[in-house]
Nanobody, 126 residues
Framework: QVQLVESGGGWVQPGGSLTLSCTASGGTFSSYPMGWFRQAPEKEREFVAAISRSGRTFDYAEFVKGRFTIHRDNAKNTAYLQMNTLQPEDTAVYYC???????????????????WGQGTQVTVSS
């Protein structure tokens, strides 16, 4: 059983930055691709970023490319999402997720992840 706990959310003004953390326990963190997703009110959960087991490969949704950076520290069992140049449309609950399956690479669909954190609220407003 894998437990994921996100932290680092909060309120920030447009143009500001936040870094989210996702700390895992109960499994072998380095064996899981990790993903970040978000869900705004009355919208479906959407893919934000994903990173491979090693951390050497990653992918981003188009709307965050150049602004967000995903990385991981397998020694600390933690994945991160560094978010820069935040805009009001980035306001959402952000979730990290782990894929404990054995497929190669990583997924960009929520259904490919089987463990989820509780979410952390990010609010961007002036």
């Amino acid at each position: 059983q894998v437990q994921l706990v996100e932290s680092g959310g909060g309120w920030v003004q447009p143009g500001g930055s936040l870094t989210l953390s996702c700390t895992a326990s109960g499994g072998t963190f380095s064996s899981y691709p990790m993903g970040w997703f978000r869900q705004a009110p009355e919208k479906e959960r959407e893919f934000v970023a994903a990173i491979s087991r090693s951390g050497r490969t990653f992918d981003y949704a188009e709307f965050v490319k150049g602004r967000f950076t995903i990385h991981r520290d397998n020694a600390k069992n933690t994945a991160y999402l560094q978010m820069n140049t935040l805009q009001p449309e980035d306001t959402a609950v952000y979730y990290c997720a782990a894929d404990t399956g054995d497929k190669l690479g990583f997924g960009v669909r929520a259904g490919e992840y089987d463990y989820w954190g509780q979410g952390t609220q990010v609010t961007v407003s002036s």
